[in-house]
């Protein structure tokens, strides 16, 4: 069975720009989640996504957005990039089964603001 | 705010040695806890999970535990080898539909041969 899949792997975008990532979960998973990595705040909970539907949200801005079409794919956006931005974006995917739990992460994509 | 806490953000030890990182939480009651293997440059690996109501869990050379009185989950990998160098992180899920999980910092695990 293939991973989660993140495009693209690495972004260089200069501060006000928006960016869009994407994110391919495992075949069959119907939930994805996003997350941000910083080396001072660690992982942080952006939102998660179920059957195209926003479930859960984290305490981020509204610059911070998300979707899911009907075949689970996501995609994230941020507008009016900031310095602060710069960080490694994970995406997991996950079985919806109730005793489920496990989150399969993609390697992440490296954003990088100027 | 709920949080979690890993105490060491870096621990070396002597090959065959057993490794014991330590995970506290604060402010909310996880359901479950889990640990997650990050290596550089690529996203966390589940490991382990462990319910509130388990006292132990194991899985071939890792253990965890999960003691709800001291809000404390420890991970031990026995018979510690330099691949097992990497950055362990604990997650707590709540109970309730959120289902949100919450990381530590990670603990960086270094296996000195």
């Known amino acids: 069975k293939a991973g989660v899949t993140q495009t693209p792997r690495y972004l260089i975008k200069t501060r006000g720009q928006q960016v869009t990532l994407s994110c391919s979960p495992i075949s069959g998973h119907r939930s994805v989640s996003w997350y941000q990595q910083t080396p001072g705040q660690g992982l942080q909970f952006l939102f998660e996504?179920?059957?195209?539907?926003?479930?859960n949200k984290g305490n981020f801005p509204g610059r911070f957005s998300g979707r899911q079409f009907s075949n689970s794919r996501s995609e994230m956006n941020v507008s009016t990039l900031e310095l602060g931005d710069s960080a490694l974006y994970l995406c997991?995917?996950?079985?919806?089964?109730?005793?489920?739990?496990?989150?399969?992460f993609g390697p992440g994509t490296r954003l990088t603001v100027t | 705010s709920q949080k979690i806490e890993q105490n060491s953000e870096a621990l070396n030890i002597q090959e065959g040695k057993t490794a014991t990182l330590t995970c506290n939480y604060t402010?909310?009651?996880?359901?479950?806890l889990q640990w997650y293997r990050q290596d550089p440059g690529r996203g966390p690996v589940f490991l382990l999970l462990?319910?509130?109501?388990?006292k132990e869990k194991r899985k071939e050379r890792l253990k965890v535990t999960f003691d709800t009185t001291l809000k404390q989950s420890l991970f031990h990998i026995t018979a510690s080898q330099p691949a097992d160098s990497a950055t362990y992180l604990c997650a707590g899920i709540s109970s309730g539909s959120a289902r949100q999980l919450t990381f530590g910092s990670g603990t960086q695990l270094t296996v000195l041969p």
């Open positions: 996504y179920f059957s195209e539907t926003q479930r």
């Open positions: 462990i319910r509130e109501n388990e």
């Open positions: 997991a995917s996950r079985s919806r089964a109730l005793s489920s739990y496990e989150q399969y």
């Open positions: 402010n909310y009651s996880p359901a479950y």
